[in-house]
């Protein structure tokens, strides 16, 4: 079982930066690579970034890549996703979760490659 906290969400206007953070407990060394997701309402869940815990290996979605940076502590077996340059259409909730098969690509963009999710962190972006 692997745990997952996030923390960070809130209220920003547009053009404004957030960053996010993802603590994880409990088997956090069968953990192989975390990623970031979005949801937002009637929608399926988006992919945002990912990286892995070993190399830093890092995948962007299209979107994310140039405004969003993700990056890891391995010390504190935390990740963070700083967001930068917030549009409205940003807005969701931020999902961090944890991806346990050591095979393929780490940093998958699929769902439901993961395994482990936290509870999810709102971010609002305000025109």
């Known amino acids: 079982q692997v745990n997952l906290a996030e923390s960070g969400g809130g209220l920003v206007q547009d053009g404004g930066s957030l960053m996010l953070s993802c603590t994880a407990s409990?088997?956090?060394?069968?953990?192989?690579?975390m990623g970031w997701f979005r949801q937002t309402p009637g929608k399926e869940r988006e992919f945002v970034a990912a990286?892995?815990?070993?190399?830093?290996?890092?995948n962007y979605a299209d979107f994310a890549s140039g405004r969003f940076f993700v990056f890891r502590d391995n010390d504190e077996n935390t990740v963070y996703l700083q967001m930068n340059s917030l549009k409205p259409e940003d807005t969701a909730v931020y999902y961090c979760?944890?991806?346990?098969?050591?095979?393929?690509?780490?940093?998958?963009?699929?769902?439901?490659?993961?395994?482990?999710w936290g509870q999810g962190t709102q971010v609002t972006v305000s025109s």
């Open positions: 990286i892995s815990w070993s190399s830093g290996d890092t």
């Open positions: 979760a944890s991806h346990l098969d050591p095979s393929g690509r780490l940093t998958t963009s699929n769902a439901y490659e993961y395994d482990y």
């Open positions: 409990g088997r956090t060394y069968s953990s192989k690579a």
